[in-house]
């Protein structure tokens, strides 16, 4: 902030500088032109900055014509607004050149482009910084600026994303302010939707685990064409060569054992006949081919490779990535080279179907139960030169929560339906007991010993074929399967360490299994009548059921796709984007901000809409519907309402290829398009009140960060306009509407709201005053605007020139109107509210199915006739229970487990679900489980209908009473502003004070809101605002009571509410 001498110079001083700078002579390489700004500015970007500076290299379009150059901060500007740039595009690092941008424009007089700011994309477990990436390729850490592992554009095509899997992600994500670090596993996930339904399907086994399977029966060697693609005919045939001798995985050997029917997938049944084996590794099979078994339901299915002279097996390299960095987010303070994993990368010599030798570099595949590929250098055949063969190199690409580990087998599985043979429960149980770990006092060895790194490898690929066949929906019976593989690896790694492998022990699951088998003791005593009649409430599960309560059962939650994969406290805006498409509430569209309401949630709207249309209708209001299309004239009629609308308006400029000759808008709210109208249909006093409203939809271009059901750029609403000869009547109607928002929120939602009045800052542009319903979202500490009713006195008839002729007086006046409206944002304030790390919890009056009911007890040693015997009394219920008036659905799907009903209905956020199986009906009784608390309760048939009616009101008045418990509880009044610093820290919202003042309030947000460097993580960083002056203030208002803000020399008005909000 010094002062310097230049500064001083006089303008011919600086022309003859200037002219050393054009000559490009050494004196003019010491200088610089800088402008006079603010030197002692606490904006460093205001101190006299550089605007041109001299340069003696060539350049690329005029060579060495010129030797001066301006800066990149003087020119943008300049460019922007000469090239007819409407909104410049910059990254939140160039917010402290804003103002510097503006100050060149207004004094060169140029048009002025509106700035809007971004943050940049920031991921999870490696460096952005160019500095850094290339500290890693000078190091020799990685292959180069297309390294796989790099967060390159060049790095991620060369594993295997797509431009169009990029694009859709980018389109998806649209632009934010906020500072996000995103896990890698949604970019992959993007990717994996475009290459799934194209990619061919190829076998490879891994060649040091690969085991001989010989088959008895078989003839010689033959081709047969098998789809490559199971879903999709369009992607071709390949041939696969089938032969006596097959080679498969290891994984799948083990569980195995002589007797077994296995299932060749693409050829058919087999009989195990004897196997060989060395320890716990088979070394062969022999086997009896039986073709003439077509029963494939209970059989176990195998991957394989034929062997053939004829087609001989390609050598493959599998290479698998791992994340650069090991701290998932890296802080200021952080040494990037502490936390640089060096053991990143790691290649699987495999065994690959013949036909991979057709493979060409950038190719997409799918390796069977080892997930997707991409070729990245083709297999080369025998050279002449070295008499050696080069292998495919295929890069895993990565398309789950677990990135960069990827399975390197797959386990064998079982047909739909079935459990797993006996051996493998029998294994599983074994290795779940402790049995088979090893001798206790064997020597161990150290966890990063070569032995311990390279069985953890194996336990990373095996857990993420778990985890992927959940992901996929896979049967029961294969994820089984692959988990009592994963267990015998952690058994065995915690034999050869001495230590469990971390995240791999879960003593909570063992001590499930453990209550599980108390709760069977229970239920056979109950049976022979030794248990009171007091243990009728236990519910026992199934046998088949009981056998999956495993590792699989406690790892499911964490790593299925179908259910929840963060925390509500812990990812808020992950939490909030998986349930509202978890629970089928919405579908992405590929124009960004827009969104498919799905009838879940368009469900919801349906009762909003219900319920206030009842209500307004009682008060005489009509509905009516106006045209979306305004025309520019109509729009620009009343340009101090508009003007808070005007970046957002979206133009119609074109008719098919024709331009129009004016453009049109499309509505982004309706006051301009009705009230020319009303000035035709109101000319007496006979006329009013006009009250009428409509339901539709409006477009707001938004350039915030999109947000479903919060900030959406077309959004459904309701608008009612009214026009009252009386001023007195017309602010009556306001407050009424408002108490019909209250009772949307309150008696419909289960949702506490504060009543009050919009500060004359936050009010609506050329309304009156504004009244308003807030919310309060606990877990982001924010408030959330609700619904508003306008009170817009004459401002629009005077515009509009909506006039009656008063009968008393003979004379022309202006009617009083109304405007309010509410919003398809009650569904995300629903949802953020009330829902849980389950997924969405629904209040009893808003849901479309308040009662779900899921047969069970239907296990495979039933007949069809005892199966259906249970549906239709479930049918039965079902139409009492409508009988009742109670919204109810029953869910008869046959591909589905009651588990994963259980899951699917929960995550939906279904108040309660009704069980019933066979015992149920025997004894006329069902189970009933509130979503809200998880409680079970065994209730009779006789009464259902009363008693889930009370039950449903009981959970609509404890999910209101326990949101306005906490809202309560983060409602602070305080007349200190270091307390009131503080309190928004915590996430409260604040009662405090205020002289009403607009710059005041103005200055309240400013000095509250957190700059990127000084706030913690997950903090918010924008400033308070006034989120209404509520109606029931708190005692305390006197006239020598201050204004909360320090700066402010008026006397405080009222109490107003203060926070950060949505």
Partial sequence: RTREGTRENSIERNLELWREMVSGSNRGLECCLRVKMDYASDNGCLRDPTIYRCRLEPHTCTGTKYKVYPTYDFSCPIVDSVEGVTHTLRTMEYHDRDEQYYWFIEQLGLRKPYIWEYSRLNLQNTVLSKRKLTWFVDEGMVDGWDDPRFPTVRGILRRGMTVEGLRQFIAAQGSSKATVVMEWDKIWAFNRKVIDPVSPRYTAIDKADAVPFLLSGASEPFCKEVAKHPKNPDVGTKPTWCSPTVWIEQVDAVLLKEGDVVTLINWGNTVIESMT??????????????????????????????????????PCKCIYYEHIITKPVLTKDDDFKKYVNRNSKREVDSLGDPCLASLKKGDIVQL??????????????????????????????????????????????????????????????????????????????????????ELKGKIDEQGQKVRQLKGEGAEKSAVDAAV????????????????????????????????????????????????????????????AAAAAASESAADAKKSTRLGMEVKKEENFGEWYSQVIKKAEMVEYYDVSGCYILRPWSYSIWESIKAFFDSEIKKRGIENVYFPIFVSKSALEKE???????????????????????????????????MYPAYAKWIQSYRDLPLLLNQWNNVVRWEFKQPQPFLRTREFLWQEGHTAYAVRDDAVEEVHAILDLYRRVYEELLAIPVICGRKTEKEKFAGADFTTTVEAYISTSGRGIQGATSHHLGQNFSKMFDIQFEDPTTGKHEFVYQNSWG????TIGVLTMVHGDDKGLVLPPRAAAVQVIIVPCGVSVKMTDAERQKIVDSCKVFEEKLKASEIRVRGDYRENYTPGWKFNHWELKGVPIRVEIGPRDMERDEFVAVRRDTGDRE???????????????????????????????????????????????????????????????????????????ASAEVGQALMGAKSLCIPFNQPPGITPETKCIYPGSTKPAKYFTLFGRSY
């Fill in 277 to 314: 084996k060395d320890g716990d590794k088979v070394k062969s099979i022999n086997a009896k081919l039986d073709l003439e078994n077509k029963n494939f339901r209970d059989s176990i299915k195998l991957t394989w490779l034929g062997e053939t002279d004829e087609a001989a097996f390609i």
């Fill in 368 to 453: 069977q139960r080892k997930g997707f590929f991409i070729c990245d250098r083709p297999h080369v055949p025998v050279s002449i030169h070295t008499s050696v063969a080069a292998p495919c190199y295929l890069i895993a690409i990565p398309d789950s929560k677990s990135a960069p580990t990827t399975t390197t087998s797959g386990a064998a599985t079982s047909e739909k339906g079935k459990g797993r043979p006996k051996t493998e429960k029998k294994k599983v149980e074994e290795v779940k007991a402790g049995k088979g770990a090893g001798e206790s006092g064997s020597a161990k060895v150290p966890p990063d010993s070569p032995a311990a790194l």
């Fill in 484 to 543: 009592a593989v994963l267990l015998g690896l952690k058994a065995k790694y915690k034999d050869l360490t001495g230590e469990d492998l971390a995240g791999g022990k879960r003593p909570a699951a063992k001590e499930k299994g453990k209550e599980k088998g108390k709760e069977k003791g229970k239920e056979k005593g109950k049976e022979k009548g030794k248990e009171s009649q007091a243990k009728k409430k236990v519910k026992v599960e199934e046998p």
């Fill in 639 to 673: 340009k101090s309402h508009i003007e808070d609308f005007a970046p957002e308006v979206a133009w119609v400029t074109k008719s098919g290829q024709s331009d129009l000759a004016e453009p049109i808008a499309i509505r982004p709210t309706s006051e301009t398009v």
């Fill in 822 to 825: 509410l919003t398809t944002r």
């Fill in 938 to 1012: 065994t209730l009779s048939r006789s009464d259902a209908g009363t008693k889930l009616k009370a039950l449903l009101e009981e959970i609509q008045n404890r999910l209101f009473t326990t949101a306005a418990k906490v809202r309560d509880e983060n409602v602070v009044v305080t007349t200190d502003w270091n307390e009131f610093l503080t309190l928004l820290d915590q996430k409260k919202l604040i009662l405090a004070p205020f002289c009403g003042d607009p710059e005041i309030e103005d200055n309240i947000k400013k000095e509250t809101k957190k700059d990127e």
